[in-house]
């Protein structure tokens, strides 16, 4: 009784319907539809959060009951061979539709407040989506139709959508831009920029002038296999390099093409609300002066993510004719960073969060160039995230960050460090030289790839003593030698008591566990095992497994024994 008293309560209701919806898109849907059915108050409110956030359109259209679902799916472009493919369809209307659907699919329509066109599940990235159902599947003519009853806009409540679009973009749902719309993707289907760019400007143009209220804009292509900056494998656009694409090919734009998507792109200069905007995955970069201008000229741009795809004699040319911009920016992603001059495009004293990109194959001069711009250009800098290239096996350098990474030293406010090495070393001069320059850190995440050696005992006492701020700390690997352990046997090695919280091994080597757990206890007393361990088995590293709290659970056991 009192359980079903309980879930008559509607504070309770929305809680229980809250937590669910926080869980991901393929699994809330089906737990929220479940809930809808435990009573009436559950079903009330939580066909509206179903409503709120649609995957696709075909709820709506099977409100209808002239909607019929077609035995073969119609190809929009009519059977042409050499026409450009576009979405299979796979209902129709038949006859007239009444009056009282009309009216139920306004009512319903209504709720609609996230539309997200997303690629279908279980289909492979070697076929293409416009062999797909992607899109609206109601067959155009019917759709047609169904717009003259219901009037426009047909969603008067949108909110945020994912539009797919594909060449010559003459079919696409566009008629669902409405004024309420506040958060656009624009999400192409190829790989291939020079596929692309037929009547763009008119896609672009067109859309933006039918919304210029526009506050976040992402394009984007659904080929990309990670696109969205969560991901764990996500990789922006960077030249030469890519993910895996169908059929070998490389998603490298032609110049031209290139040039000419982000002239299209340029009407981003009609949208003066805008704050957010990313293009991190198109196979453009930002090419040429004319998307960089406008961008750079939007005043209440704060959040950007793109990466640069402008030659660098060209790049000199752009700097000397296009002042720097971006004065509203507070966190910026870019990537193809090559020497540190694309970052001279960016006059943002307000900036706090930056994420860098670097192609294979630089210098570590370049590296220092780079992070020597970082200084200057951005004194503000909290949150630096540090994505490097590989390295030319050629040009091996023995302790690359204490070569490369002084720079970053004038930098006060600094509190939040991550660096990706990829296959370079890490050792303990490297991790001594960090601490001892950054003080003021409270997060470092510090990623590579453990070969024969690595940091030892003595780069986690550096950090403990040099970085009395720390709360979180990420490692690719540590070494406890047997020097370290006989000292933590002898009871020698010196206690610290960093109050960091948070502490994971990507790739921990000693001899016994016990030990090592010692030294951790006597550096780190004050870990939070408990969500150690959580984080832990979140985080997925490329190479390495968490080791780390298995000795951390067994330092809170026998710590204090230990230390007494």
Same mark, same amino acid.
């Given at each position: 009784?009192?359980?079903? #008293? ?36 559950? %079903? ?33 472009? &009519?059977?042409?061979? %050499? ?5 299979? #369809? ?13 009216? +139920? ?35 155009? #003519? ?6 003259? !009853? ?6 008067? $409540? ?24 506040? =958060? ?21 143009? &067109? ?13 984007? $292509?659904?080929?990309?296999? %990670? *696109? ?20 070998? #090919? ?62 660098? =004699? ?10 720097? &911009? ?23 004293? *307000? ?6 990109? *670097? ?53 006060? &406010?600094? !509190?939040?460090?991550?660096? =990706? ?25 510090? +990623?590579? /790839? ?64 016990? +030990? ?23 985080? +997925?590293?490329?190479?390495? /497994? ?19």
């Amino acid at each position: 009784m009192a359980a079903a #008293h309980a879930l008559s309560i509607p504070e309770i209701v929305l809680e229980v319907a809250g937590h669910v919806q926080a869980e991901p898109v393929s699994e809330h849907r089906p737990a929220l539809a479940r809930l809808a059915r435990v009573n009436r108050l559950f %079903h009330d409110h939580v066909v509206r959060l179903l409503w709120a956030d649609l995957p696709n359109m075909d709820p709506l259209f099977k409100l209808l009951s002239n909607c019929v679902s077609l035995p073969t799916p119609v190809n929009a472009a &009519g059977g042409n061979a %050499h026409a450009a493919p576009q979405p299979l #369809h796979s209902m129709r209307l038949v006859g007239p539709t009444p009056n009282e659907d009309i009216v +139920r699919i306004r009512e319903y329509a209504g709720l609609v407040r996230r539309l997200d066109f997303c690629r279908p599940t279980g289909i492979p990235f070697d076929e293409s989506p416009n062999s797909t159902s992607r899109g609206i599947r109601l067959e155009p #003519h019917s759709l047609a139709s169904l717009l003259l !009853q219901t009037g426009l806009p047909l969603l008067p $409540s949108l909110t945020k959508l994912t539009l797919p679009v594909t060449p010559p973009y003459n079919s696409d749902p566009t008629f669902l831009i409405c004024p309420s719309l506040r =958060d656009l993707t624009i999400s192409f289907a190829d790989w291939h920029v020079d596929d692309l760019t037929e009547n763009i400007g008119a896609l672009f143009g &067109g859309v933006f002038a039918q919304n210029n209220r526009l506050t976040h804009l992402r394009v984007q $292509s659904e080929s990309y296999m %990670h *696109h969205d900056p969560a991901d764990e494998h996500f990789t922006p656009w960077l030249s030469g390099e890519h993910d895996w694409v169908p059929d070998g #090919h490389e998603p490298e734009a032609d110049g031209a093409s290139a040039q000419a998507f982000c002239d299209a792109l340029a009407a981003v200069a009609m949208l003066n609300d805008l704050e957010v905007f990313s293009m991190a995955t198109m196979s453009t970069g930002v090419a040429g002066r004319d998307l960089v201008t406008a961008l750079s000229a939007l005043p209440r741009l704060r959040d950007c993510s793109f990466g640069i795809n402008i030659a660098q =004699d060209v790049l000199q040319d752009v700097l000397r004719t296009t002042p720097p &911009g971006f004065p509203s920016l507070r966190a910026l992603t870019v990537s193809n960073v090559v020497r540190g001059r694309e970052l001279e495009l960016f006059d943002s004293p *307000h900036l706090r969060e930056l994420t860098i990109y *670097h192609p294979d194959r630089l210098t570590d001069d370049w590296y220092r160039n780079i992070l020597e711009t970082v200084g200057r250009r951005f004194p503000g800098l909290r949150r630096l995230t540090w994505i490097l290239g590989r390295r030319n096996i050629f040009a091996e350098a023995p302790d690359f960050l204490a070569v490369t990474i002084q720079p970053l030293f004038v930098l006060d &406010g600094l !509190q939040e460090l991550s660096i =990706d090495v990829q296959n370079r070393p890490v050792s303990d001069a490297d991790v001594v030289f960090l601490a001892g320059g950054l003080p003021r850190l409270s997060r470092l995440d510090l +990623r590579f /790839h453990m070969a024969k050696t690595g940091p030892s005992a003595r780069a986690l006492l550096a950090l403990a003593r040099g970085c009395p701020s720390l709360r979180a700390l990420y490692v690719g690997g540590v070494l406890f030698t047997e020097a370290d352990e006989a000292q933590a046997g002898a009871v020698t090695f010196p206690f610290v008591g960093n109050r960091l919280q948070y502490f994971h091994i990507g790739d921990l080597r000693c001899e016994g566990e016990a +030990r090592a757990a010692m030294i951790v206890d006597l550096l780190f007393p004050f870990l939070d095992v408990r969500e150690c361990r959580r984080r832990a088995a979140k985080d +997925r590293w490329r190479k390495g /497994h968490p080791r780390c709290w298995t000795v951390s659970r067994r330092t809170m056991q026998t710590g204090n024994r230990f230390l007494d």
